[in-house]
């Protein structure tokens, strides 16, 4: 037996390699997609008890559902989306003004 680890990356072939790379990365990935999901879903929990107290507090709730719809939209419905960014923009244009 030997003191120090042996690196078993360095003795796997290039094509062995990419594959555990992968792998890791996936892993990492499907992780943080978790924690994301877990987040997304606690926040949600909040913007569906805590009533807007504010405007500037009822345009975020607002502006989170449609980024939701928007993500949710086909890539050929650039009407909606263009409805959506006009409204995004207002909302960012008279919170400026408050």
């Known amino acids: 037996m030997t003191e120090s680890p042996v ?28 924690a994301l999901r877990k987040r997304q879903q606690e926040l949600e929990e909040h913007l569906l008890t805590a009533p807007a107290t504010t405007w500037p507090e009822a ?6 559902v449609l980024n939701l719809y928007a993500a949710s939209l086909s890539v050929q ?3 909606h989306r263009d ?7 207002d909302f960012t244009r008279l919170a400026a003004n408050d």
Request: proline share 0%; aromatic share 2%.
């Open 7 to 34: 690196e078993l990356d360095s003795r796997r072939g290039m094509a062995a390699q990419k594959a555990t790379d992968i792998r890791r990365i996936l892993a990492e990935v499907e992780s943080n997609a978790k």
């Open 77 to 79: 419905d650039s009407r």
């Open 83 to 89: 409805l959506i960014t006009i409204v995004l923009d």
């Open 59 to 64: 345009a975020a709730k607002a502006r989170y």
